[in-house]
């Protein structure tokens, strides 16, 4: 009898996840039909990124922090500043299956799974009943914001924040409810963030202070609570050691360009319009989280007002509040020039709102035991179908603008390059390598020293892209002309190999930034040679007109120490965690 039990349980438990893998497919397949994938600036610069750790690992290296593939073959410090270990999720599917469109969709599975399943955990712990679960799920997952993240913007790092959100709040409840485990799923949720987005991890930070600051004022805090909160910050700092090292230490030694300061809010007539007409295509101010999402939220609002009482209207209250604070009805002008404009857009507060109402809607079913289930079914179904047909409208819109391109690049209205420009936008095997090194990027280029501090975003320019792109753009020192006499012959994750035409005996710039800290070994014509940093350039003296230069960056020994010690700590911690899921049969 005890036998058959735990197999009925085992079948169960299988279900389960079949329906979490069903569910991470129906979010991913749609933004590959026609074999392509709607690809874009950022796209790119994450293409780049797991290209250059792909190369490394394939040959048996560490990962270099310097891109000399991608943006232009400049060797930025991408790896080093912007967090990549999450990013394994879509490098080692390429390991093994080879074809990088295939394991890009296979990353993009994964990740809507992990999405899935931390969502799951998360419903688990604020309710047994597990339709009001999986509501949650579907709530999360098929938001309209998600997939904007993650197929509109291709805003990975963001997309990252938005899966481990609900890990970070379930380590947190389960302090709040004084488990001794909660501070292992803090930390675990809160590390991930940090090692996948830098402006996430500072978003959250403030979203736990904020909290406990709360139940500080209610009364709620507990020392308890306080070092469950401190041992979580300890252990999360231990398993994002390597990219928070490289961040200080890069950022000790180098003066660079931060991404584009400015403050774009939410316009609510222009998201409410796209709303309407499921648009998810890329837009600064009017990104929205979908009709179905929306009209939950109304509901919830309009149940607050009527005095409906439980422990769920704090939490809608806390994403109504935040929702209205993103809208251009706030003064965002005031903190215009404080470093909040680095958050550059109010829209990546929809993610925090987005499992705010989550959590909201759970509880509120939680103690509504009257709600139909037919309607919640319903309303599971119109939400897929709003998330999913969400993907299947920006993908034909791309596929439109690219056929319209080629039209008018046959009457003569578009340029082959600005039609060629267009093509881009839909990835697919054959363009792939072209669009890994198809963008430069001005993100951590060392700065002028002349930069200009005292420049002010003000009423006209404080929510303009174009404008604080050109102002970066003029502080950076790259000189561009370096890469008049120089062709690039060969490039892997740890070399660069240039062809120079120059004079005899003529000092070049090469077409590298030139790190302080960090050494460089360079050779001419397989003999090495000294080397000057010119203004945050790499400079050599070359023999003759076709002389063949190597770069490559010395190894860092004990990166690749800090390294492996941070996998191991990930992993030894995901095997606790895991252990004691298993004790608890967690997923019943």
């Known amino acids: 009898m005890h036998s058959k039990q735990q197999s009925q349980q085992l079948v169960h438990k299988g279900l389960i996840v079949i329906l979490m893998i069903i569910l991470a497919i129906l979010s991913t397949y749609p933004a590959f039909t026609n074999q392509f994938f709607n690809i874009n600036h950022d796209g790119d610069i994450h293409l780049a990124r797991m290209e250059s750790i792909y190369q490394a690992l394939k040959v048996g290296h560490y990962p270099s922090l310097i891109n000399l593939i991608g943006f232009h073959n400049h060797g930025i410090a991408m790896n080093a500043m912007y967090p990549w270990l999450t990013l394994l999720i879509y490098v080692l599917p390429r390991l093994v299956l080879g074809n990088p469109m295939l394991s890009l969709a296979v990353g993009f599975v994964i990740m809507n799974l992990l999405t899935i399943f931390n969502t799951y955990l998360l419903a688990k712990q604020l309710t047994r009943q597990k339709w009001i679960i999986w509501f949650s799920v579907i ?28 890990l970070v709040m379930l380590g947190l409840i389960k302090i709040w409810q004084h488990s001794n485990q909660g501070f292992l799923y803090l930390a675990l949720g809160m590390s991930l963030v940090a090692n996948s987005h830098v402006l996430s991890l500072v978003m959250y930070t403030i979203l736990i202070i904020v909290f406990e600051l709360i139940r500080l004022i209610q009364h709620h805090f507990t020392w308890f609570e306080f070092r469950q909160i401190i041992y979580s910050g300890l252990v999360a700092v231990l398993l994002s050691a390597y990219s928070l090292y490289n961040i200080i230490i890069w950022t000790a030694h180098n003066k660079m360009l931060s991404p584009t300061p400015m403050l774009a809010s939410l316009d609510p007539l222009y998201g409410f319009q796209k709303m309407l007409s499921n648009d998810i295509s890329e837009s600064a101010t009017g990104a929205h989280m979908g009709i179905a999402i929306t009209v939950i939220m109304m509901f919830l609002v309009f149940r607050l007002v009527n005095n409906a009482d439980g422990t769920w209207k704090k939490w809608i209250i806390g994403a109504l509040s935040i929702l209205i604070i993103s809208q251009n009805w706030f003064p965002w002008l005031l903190v215009a020039n404080t470093p909040i404009n ?12 987005s499992l705010l109402i989550v959590i909201g809607t759970c509880l509120f079913l939680n103690q509504s035991p009257k709600i139909s289930k037919t309607a919640i079914n319903a309303l599971i179904i119109f939400i897929i179908f709003i998330g999913v047909t969400s993907i299947t409208k920006l993908h034909q819109k791309i596929d439109h603008d690219v056929s319209i391109a080629q039209e008018q690049l046959t009457k003569g209205e578009k340029t082959k390059s600005q039609a060629h420009k267009m093509d881009l936008r839909q990835l697919h095997t054959s363009n792939y390598n072209e669009n890994v090194n198809a963008i430069p990027a001005l993100d951590y280029h060392l700065v002028k020293n002349s930069m200009q501090k005292h420049y002010k975003l003000n009423a006209q320019n404080f929510d303009s892209f174009r404008t604080a792109t050109a102002i970066n753009r003029s502080n950076v020192t790259y000189d561009g002309t370096a890469e008049q006499n120089i062709k690039t012959l060969k490039v892997d994750d740890q070399h660069v190999i240039f062809k120079t035409t120059v004079k005899h005996n003529t000092k070049t710039l090469l077409p590298l930034v030139g790190y ?19 203004n945050g ?25 800090l390294l492996t010690v941070t996998l191991f700590l990930n992993l030894l911690i ?13 997923l019943i």
Not at 139 to 151: G, V
Not at 342 to 353: A, D
Not at 517 to 526: A, D, E, Q, T
């Open 537 to 561: 350039q790499l400079q050599i003296k070359a023999s003759d007109k076709n002389s063949q230069i190597k770069v490559s960056i010395a190894s860092i020994p004990r990166n690749g120490v």
């Open 342 to 353: 680095l958050i550059q857009f109010t829209m990546r507060l929809l993610t925090i709102v």
């Open 516 to 534: 302080h800290h960090i050494n460089y070994n360079i050779s001419l014509n397989n003999h090495p040679v000294n080397y000057q940093l010119i």
């Open 139 to 166: 709530m999360y997952q098929f938001n309209t914001y998600h997939f904007t993240l993650m197929y509109s913007r291709i805003a990975l790092g963001e997309a990252f924040g938005y899966t481990f959100l609900p």
């Open 574 to 586: 995901l095997i606790i965690i895991v252990e004691k899921w298993i004790q608890a049969h967690f």
